[in-house]
């Protein structure tokens, strides 16, 4: 990694997974189950926060997750999940899911997710996280977007 570990780029976290949903991942409408879709988040999320935080981290809760297109049997899917802000032990990920379908190089957004995840350690407590260093307009942004929704988790 070419940060140091007291401040990470998002770049050096982000996490791209390719899925294709195959007749086991659908219900019987052909589209796919949305806990199979939902897994699949996790899991990108979740290594992205390990990359960023160089520990297993736990899924503390999703923020956000909208279905706006369905996803078919045949479609490739593209899973990408990068941090959106680090904070003391915690850090949000945003994942966006794009879908394929065959014979076609078109994607489309189908699925936007936010979750937190806990650096946790050995005694359940959790441990710091690497700042994340927010290097283009796109990083502030979403840095700040990410510290609103925090404040208002905590008000609620």
Not at 109 to 122: D, I, P
């Amino acid at each position: 990694m070419t940060s140091s570990p007291e401040a990470l780029s998002p770049r050096e976290s982000e996490t791209q997974m390719t899925e294709q949903v195959l007749p086991q991942h659908a219900n019987v409408l052909g589209t796919a189950f949305g806990g199979t879709i939902m897994g699949w988040i996790d899991i990108c999320a979740a290594i992205a926060a390990q990359r960023h935080c160089g520990r297993v981290p736990v899924t503390a809760f999703v923020d956000n997750l909208h279905f706006k297109v369905p996803i078919s049997v045949g479609d490739v899917v593209s899973i990408h999940g990068r941090l959106t802000q680090a904070f003391r032990t915690s850090m949000e990920v945003c994942v966006r899911v794009t879908r394929e379908r065959p014979g076609s190089r078109d994607p489309v957004l189908s699925v936007e997710a936010l979750l937190v995840f806990v650096n946790v350690g050995e005694n359940g407590k959790g441990l710091p996280v690497p700042k994340l260093l927010l290097e283009t307009d796109e990083d502030r942004s979403l840095a700040a977007e990410a510290d609103a929704r925090r404040s208002a988790r905590k008000r609620a």
